[in-house]
């Protein structure tokens, strides 16, 4: 626990930080995660490197979105409570605000603005900040050969479109196993637990799915609740869950609206989760924005609140230590996936792959903030795709 004075003295810095990456996080999970370690490990120097690894590591055991539990745990770590909730609730809030704009407009005109001119050169230099993250984790996270042949396979398996999940706890126990060979503890037992999956959320699946007949704001609460306290994995995951309440079995929304909605939260910076904003709006207007946010949210603030505490005993115990080492290397696996997926859409032309090495160089080379990167390269994007 961060000691008072510190709590009193960053948590305007953390508020800010927040707020900051919320506004110009674009490209999903692993560009946010790109971004903070950028921040707060390479800039502020708030936590080591190894630090944030761990936390990367524990929040792929938990579900819910990645990139907004990390800036829970960052923020609790740096503040303390109010620091939990200071984080989470500014990485939030810009997006939130964003896609309510988004939603107030689709709603009176029927359409989107357009958002693919800047976003033709922000790809390219979330790209670069991806690669520069990975590059500086892996040499952290990568301690032996042993690793980077569990990581490997961890790639190679999340090439092959192996479950997230089960590519992530198979790193785990692959690295508990050849810990116990090496040390000669075959029969010791691993003395810790991780993260119990907490059985009310299941209460309110049954809840949510026998009021989802008719449309109303504790119903959409219930149901965003129970998807933001078990998803695990991408947007496509999302999408999935979404459609088969919303669009098959209460036909609160059609096909298309859910398609405009999953568009939004992938368009908008902040975590695409801020998707559950767009259709609260579309189903119950302003109200429905609030309790659909408030219910998808909820549960990362609580999860985070329960196992943060419980990262440093796990690092402590040499069995629980080496499953979280498994647990690093793959997560920083289905990091590479998910950049070479968003590379094939973003480099399609000379421009953008020039955007991308020249924002590689200034960041390996001059260390140049990602956040006027983001910033440059929309504007660039901008100009090449209206003038062209």
């Known amino acids: 626990m961060p000691a008072k004075r510190n709590r009193e003295t960053s948590l305007g810095e953390v508020a800010w930080l927040f707020l900051k990456l919320g506004t110009i996080a674009f490209g999903g999970p692993a560009a946010h995660i790109a971004m903070m370690e950028d921040e707060v490990v390479r800039r502020r120097k708030w936590l080591s490197r190894e630090k944030f690894l761990d936390l990367l590591g524990a929040t792929n055991l938990i579900p819910g979105p990645n990139s907004t539990e990390m800036a829970i745990h960052v923020g609790y770590l740096r503040a303390g409570w109010r620091g939990l909730l200071v984080a989470g609730t500014c990485f939030i809030l810009p997006a939130t605000i964003i896609v309510l704009g988004f939603a107030w407009v689709y709603v009176r005109y029927g359409s989107l603005p357009e958002t693919a001119r800047v976003l033709y050169g922000v790809k390219p230099v979330i790209i670069a900040i ?65 993260f ?38 991408s947007g496509y995951v999302l999408l999935a869950f979404l459609r088969a309440d919303l ?16 568009a939004v939260g992938q368009v908008t910076p902040g975590p695409v989760f801020t998707t559950a904003t767009f259709i609260g709006y579309l189903v119950a207007g302003p109200k429905g924005a609030i309790v659909a946010t408030f219910g998808i949210f909820l549960p990362a603030f609580i999860f985070v609140a329960v196992s943060g505490p419980l990262v ?31 590379g094939k859409v973003s480099l399609v032309d000379l421009p953008t792959i020039g955007l991308a090495v020249v924002s590689a160089l200034l960041l390996f080379r001059w260390k140049i903030n990602s956040a006027w990167l983001v910033l440059g390269g929309a504007l660039i994007g901008f100009l090449i795709a209206t003038y062209r």
Do not use: C, Y
Request: proline letters at 3%; hydrophobic letters at 60%.
């Open 247 to 262: 669009v098959e079995r209460w036909q609160w929304l059609t096909n298309a609206q859910l398609l405009d909605a999953v």
């Open 130 to 194: 991806v690669l520069q993250a990975l590059w500086a984790l892996g040499r952290t996270a990568v301690k032996t050969k042993s690793l980077a042949v569990i990581g490997i396979a961890a790639t190679v398996f999340a090439f092959l479109r192996v479950n997230e999940l089960l590519v992530l706890f198979a790193a785990g126990v692959a690295v508990v196993i050849l810990h116990t060979i090496v040390s000669g503890k075959r029969s010791q037992k691993a003395k810790f637990r991780l």
């Open 312 to 342: 440093p005993r796990i690092r402590r115990s040499p069995i629980a230590a080496a499953f979280l080492d498994g647990l690093i290397v793959a997560s920083l696996a289905l990091m590479v996936v998910v950049t070479f997926e968003l």
């Open 196 to 233: 119990l999956f907490p059985i009310g959320p299941l209460a309110f699946i049954q809840a949510a799915t026998a009021a989802g007949t008719s449309v109303g704001l504790l119903p959409l609460f219930l149901f965003f609740l129970k998807v933001g306290s078990i998803l695990f994995g």
